[in-house]
């Protein structure tokens, strides 16, 4: 008898309906941001033989209630994923700043999730919390979910710096990759690079020798390359201005 296929539900947290929850300057919604991450994840999981199951898929409401009744209506859950990013108190921009991830309570596999998702979050880099695991047992889809459950906090939208990452694609797919190797990790899984991203990573790699050699692209004292770091329009017109003069226009 061949194994029973694991099944996966995306949760993009808010919707076009929740427009409170957004960055002070209204540049950045977070139901946007999660339906974008929620079909990046569902494309890697996909690709690797995980079923999925999104609670919605465009920018219509769905309740908290509905959300649930998606999750429990599939037989034989393997884990129920909710994405969110963060917001202080106030309204207004804060120093408050990492990814974290709520349960509704200690111990048992949603437990085990967390920590094997909160590795490869750390292990890409990304910033966490000083307490990353929380346990909220009044979170709705938390408590309301028969499948173990987590809610990922991406970070806070009410933070400056974190705020500009989270409106970048590149980023996004950073945390999309980091968050499904830790869910892989917790189905057993082997996580395996697709002939696409392969194909991509080399161009990258490529890309940023040309650069360097040809003295566009350059890092900071430390030789820093920062290439995780957001491009200013300032650091865009340099490097416009660097590749005009390489190829005589300037």
Known sequence: ???????????????????????PDGTYYEHVFTL??????????????????MTRTGGGAVSLARRCEIANSIPDLDLFVSLHSNAAAGGGWSSAKG?????????????RAAQDILEQV??????????????DPELYV??????????????????????????QADYRQKLAVAEAKGILEYLGIPWVE??????????ARAAVDWLTENGIMQGNAEG???????????????????????????
């Open 36 to 53: 974008d991450l929620g079909k990046r994840l569902e494309k890697l999981l996909t690709d690797r033989g995980v079923s999925v199951t």
């Open 122 to 135: 750390r292990a890409a880099g990304i910033a966490v919390r000083s307490t990353p695991i929380v346990y």
């Open 194 to 203: 697709t002939e696409e991203e392969t194909d991509y990573q080399a161009e």
């Open 99 to 111: 990814w974290s991830v709520y349960l509704y309570g200690p111990g048992g596999d949603r437990e």
């Open 1 to 23: 008898m061949s194994e029973r296929e694991k099944h996966i539900c995306l949760d993009p947290g808010h919707d076009a309906g929740n427009l409170a929850n957004k960055s």
């Open 224 to 250: 820093d390359l920062m290439l995780d770091q957001p491009l200013t329009r300032r650091q865009f017109a340099v490097l416009e201005y660097r590749i005009a003069k390489l190829e005589g226009f300037v």
């Open 142 to 167: 938390l408590k309301h979910t028969k499948a173990p459950a987590v809610l990922l906090e991406n970070g806070f939208h009410t933070n400056r710096e974190e705020a500009a990452l989270l409106g």
